[in-house]
């Protein structure tokens, strides 16, 4: 069999067509729902890019190897996942955004690499004269240049790899890692202008309330206070036409699989590292410590040719469990410990484990300068003016405000332990949009400390892994 693992960058699932958004036109990956098995409660392992990755190919959490950062990636070293399906035959690509190796590690992994540059200066831009880009709104492109956008080369990338491997006789992986519709919200005028501000609903300012602080710090640190709220519904609304091109692009991969006669011969994996704020209750962006389900809550959509069609499971599963999904279905042994499971009996039509509990990390300590953005390799950013300055100053001046933090999810609650004890507990079938922290409400203090305790005791069984050499 073969697989494709379509991941793009900041997508959160409720901004998707078939996980509710009634406003969202996303076509392939509604589809691809309809096909395969749509996960409705799916997590990541962490708030922000490369921690999400580093979970993601090697199935530990954050915390096991000191993955929490967008620097420390996973090294030859390491095992991983990607390079164990090499190893045993497949052919592999990755096109194009890394964000999770290092050099010596990619090389080792992949069979071929695609390197395009995604940012090409957004991250160090200065607002031209009379625009604010600490909103980090772009102004649009035009739609002509559509076929030179980062994420169409390296689409265009991906289906020539399918098209060079598809007759080979050769399975192969393809890891189509996309930027977007990861900020600046920018896009080409046909998407850019897709959707409507006025139709778009926002969480409200009310959404704050009985928040932690660093909530309201993003929106002082951006001069966000003092924005009015359509600006906000902008925002959203070009995200959500950054999601419809993304889509459009999945549309190309599904056709090039269907023109190579392997469509029926590869299982198609749709996920993303992590979400966005995008607009939401004066919020853009992402941080490091917030756990809303904005930014931890990702799409996870299986289809795989002869498996339940249509099927959707409710219950928590979380990013790592799709490469054990995968090698339980190709037979193939991990060869190390690690933390995800295998989703094989809810692809073919089962339910999902009620009983279980799901996990995310995110934040620095004060102990740890060096990985703080703003500081260290990041320091080249730190210019007043540029898209990423207002976040890096206030992790600079306020390290409280980006602490340490554990999100544990449920079936039906969700709670946040942080280290600077601003913590929160939501009843997610009350509350699905955590409007109303219970973490101090008195009536709740029994499924609290409960829920505390079951924290406690993930931490220890996951504090490490003893490597399997020499013991077997």
Known sequence: M???LFYPDEMR????HCYGNPLARTP???ALAAEGTLFENNYTQHPVCVASRCALVTGWYPHVNGYRTLAHMVDRDVPNFIRTLRRNGFATCLSAKNHVFTEEALADTFDEIVRIDFHRGDAGRMPPEGEDLYNMIFPAEADGTEAHLPDSEAVAAGIDFINMHAGSGRPFFLFQSLIMPHPPYKMIEKYYHMYDPAEVNLRSLRWLENKPDFYRLIRRYRELDLEENEIFRRIQAIYLGMISYSDMLLGRVVEALKANGVYDDTTIL????????????GLLEKWPSGMDDMLTRVPLI???????????????TQSIDIFPTVFDYEGL???WDQFGVSLRGQIEGAAGDAERCVYCEGGYDRREPHCFEGGGFSK???????????????????PESVCRVVMQRDMRYKLNIRT????????????????NNLYNDPAYREIREERIHRMLSWLISTSDVVPRKGHI
């Open 2 to 4: 073969n697989y494709v």
């Open 13 to 16: 699932a409720e901004s998707l």
């Open 28 to 30: 392939n990956i509604d």
């Open 270 to 281: 749709f996920c993303s590292d992590h979400g966005d704020f995008a607009g939401d209750a």
């Open 302 to 316: 299986v289809r795989r040719p002869g498996a339940k069609q249509g099927h959707r499971v409710s219950e928590p």
């Open 333 to 335: 042994n991990i060869g």
């Open 380 to 398: 080249i950013f730190m210019k007043p003016g540029t898209v990423y300055y207002p976040k890096m100053l206030q992790q600079q001046e306020l």
């Open 420 to 435: 600077n004890g601003q913590n929160e507990l939501y009843d997610m079938q009350a509350d699905p949009q955590e409007y």
